[in-house]
């Protein structure tokens, strides 16, 4: 494995790779602490201590601490970025719908002219198989490609997809944890890992880009544009943009994908008033439960709150034997995940962590309190059924206290989409 385009701690680790620079680890800019590794400025996150090596005061950054340790009086090093040119080659079982054509062709134009572009797609359009072939004819020229998104469901799923159509690719998965086997030519990642490289990407294509926390963290869409070289494409994807997001693009630099692959729509939320308890079973949705599995039919509950899910969940877990319970704050989280993939989970209570990532067939979702979620949230729980073409249908029952803005507006923009699918022939 070479280190070209990275950040390197020690010197001992590289061959043959060529210093592009040596920097401090931590540097004062205009009176204020600022980390070379991944540039934050936030002067809360610096730590002053006693280094008994270098027998002086120094100051490291805990932004990045899971990355390594990097402080004011130890030596960075940033090794030169590396091109190599491959086949692109990459199978495709099935051929791409119109609107994915559309897109494909789309986000080809936007690499090789190094241009943004924001892909606007339903949940379930076949997201993955559009960036395809704009990645082969990157990698026929060398450029250097990343994938990434920041959730780490989301990187294993499309590292898999990836891995499976470009066969002969050296392809690396990053995520804490996960290093870097190969060159860093083609990578999968967590936005976070691109806080290791400098100037080395020409594509970096950002799958969930609303998603926590790259919605709500700035330092990590500076990391992007570090991470990237000077002429460079940057491909967004995402099915809830905000205005934010598309305000950074032109016009013709966002393209509208109102339709899945399959050609059905988008399943509608079935908004129900019912208060599930904490002290006692809701017969509603027992009822509902029982049919599921009867049925052969997965099942998420969601819900907004980690203790309020807990609670619930122990009411229910004497009536089925295959059901689960998850949370970001659950060390089994990645196992329970693998279980339910593996058909031994029909019922799973989850927070927010499988609004993405996770696709299943014969799946039907139940949201509790929905009126405590964002539109977003609604959009991207409701996306999660209906997304396999042997199964394209199914019920997303959304239990609340009141209609809610947030709701309506969910409703509102799923049935928009599938009344765009419709007027542009793109519905069965």
């Known amino acids: 494995m070479k280190y070209y385009g990275r950040i390197c701690h020690d010197l001992s680790d590289i061959t043959d790779e060529k210093i592009l620079k040596t920097l401090p680890g931590v540097t004062i800019v205009n009176d204020k602490y600022k980390c070379n590794q991944c540039t934050n400025t936030d002067q809360r996150m610096f730590y002053h201590y006693y280094c008994y090596h270098c027998n002086k005061e120094t100051i490291y950054c805990r932004s990045c601490i899971q990355l390594g340790k990097v402080q004011s009086c130890k030596n960075i090093y940033v090794i030169e970025s590396h091109r190599e040119e491959t086949s692109g080659y990459f199978k495709l079982d099935f051929k791409l719908s119109p609107q994915q054509e559309l897109a494909s062709q789309k986000v080809s134009e936007a690499i090789l002219s190094h241009s943004p572009l924001l892909l606007h797609a339903v949940t379930g359009a076949g997201k993955t198989e559009m960036i395809f072939e704009g990645i082969s004819k990157a990698r026929r020229k060398g450029y250097n490609v990343a994938v990434v998104s920041p959730r780490v469901d989301v990187v294993k799923e499309v590292y898999l997809r990836l891995k499976q159509a470009f066969v002969d690719e050296q392809i690396d998965l990053l995520y804490e944890g996960q290093i870097a086997k190969f060159n860093s030519t083609f990578i999968v990642s967590t936005v976070h890992q691109l806080m290791r490289y400098y100037q080395h990407f020409d594509v970096v294509i950002v799958d ?23 002429q460079s494409s940057h491909i967004y994807l995402t099915a809830t ?33 019912n208060i599930v308890k904490t002290t006692k079973i809701n017969h509603k949705l027992l009822k509902f439960l029982k049919r599921q599995v009867n049925e052969n039919r997965k099942t998420f509950v969601f819900f907004h709150d980690i203790n309020y899910m807990e609670s619930v969940f122990k009411l229910y877990t004497q009536y089925f034997s295959k059901i689960e319970c998850v949370s970001s704050q659950d060390p ?52 999660r059924v209906g997304r396999k073409t042997s199964n394209p249908t199914g019920n ?26 419709k007027e542009r022939g793109w519905l069965k």
């Open 241 to 273: 943009p905000n205005k934010q997001l598309r305000s950074l693009f032109k016009e013709h630099q966002i393209i509208t994908l109102p339709a899945r692959y399959h050609g059905h729509p988008l399943p509608v939320p079935e908004f129900h008033y």
């Open 332 to 383: 089994e989280r990645h196992e329970k995940v693998s279980r339910l993939r593996n058909n031994e989970v029909d019922i799973m209570f989850t927070t927010t962590i499988l609004e993405r990532g996770v696709t299943l067939p014969a799946l039907d979702v139940v949201v509790i309190r929905t009126d405590m979620f964002t539109s977003s949230a609604i959009i991207q729980i409701a996306g």
């Open 396 to 421: 997303v029952i959304c239990y609340n206290k009141g209609i809610t803005k947030e709701m309506d507006l969910a409703r509102k923009e799923i049935m928009s989409m599938n009344k765009l699918a």
């Open 208 to 230: 969930e880009v609303d998603a926590f926390p790259l919605e709500m963290d700035n330092q990590l869409m500076t990391t992007i544009s570090k991470a990237t070289r000077i």
